[in-house]
């Protein structure tokens, strides 16, 4: 099975990958432009209008970065240069909406039910990073905002620590 190259394919894996890496809401998603883009390295960061009106700093590396730049590449093709970077296949940029229909329907054919805050959940639940780090990549203003995302059960520890009774009873615990 191949990777889809094509201007509708490219766009939803770039969609799709950076979605996953940066957990960001599709309403600054569809803010991102050319303008916004800074290439590093091996990957882009950008800065995007975020809820409450703050800015969110966004950091795109990795599969979505290779993903988004040959995405820009179908856009170039295109001879779209600047504004919106996610577009429809006519042209005209995508609504919020019009990014929540793409991700459900590339859910649907992989066979799941999948919403842009689906990834969201992802990125703030299985993110290793510390919580504090995990409150300013997702751009909340409190970090009890941030904890209600952590789904770690921290009572798995307590079963962890827990001495084998045998251990108790012999005094080697």
């Known amino acids: 099975c191949g990777v889809d190259t094509s201007f509708l394919g490219a766009r ?8 996953w890496i940066t957990g960001a809401r599709r309403s600054s998603l569809v803010e991102l432009t050319r303008a916004r883009l800074v ?44 504004g919106q970077i996610f577009r429809m296949v006519s042209g005209s940029a995508m609504s919020e909406r019009d990014v929540w229909r793409a991700v459900k329907r590339r859910g649907k054919a992989a066979g799941g039910d999948l919403r ?4 969201r959940v992802a990125f ?4 290793p990073a510390e919580l504090s780090a995990r409150q300013d990549a997702a751009g909340h ?9 952590d789904r770690n059960w921290h009572g798995q520890e307590a079963f962890i620590r827990m001495p084998e009774v045998e251990d108790i009873v012999d005094g080697t615990a």
């Open 12 to 19: 939803d894996a770039a969609i799709l990958r950076i979605l």
């Open 124 to 127: 703030l639940t299985l993110n």
């Open 116 to 119: 842009p805050h689906s990834f």
């Open 141 to 149: 203003s409190s970090i009890d905002q941030t904890r209600a995302y």
């Open 39 to 82: 290439v590093e390295k091996d990957a882009f960061s950008c800065r995007v209008p975020a809820k409450g009106g703050k800015v969110l700093r966004l950091w795109i590396a990795g599969r979505a970065a290779r993903a988004l730049a040959l995405y820009l590449e179908r856009l170039d093709q295109r001879g779209i240069l600047r």
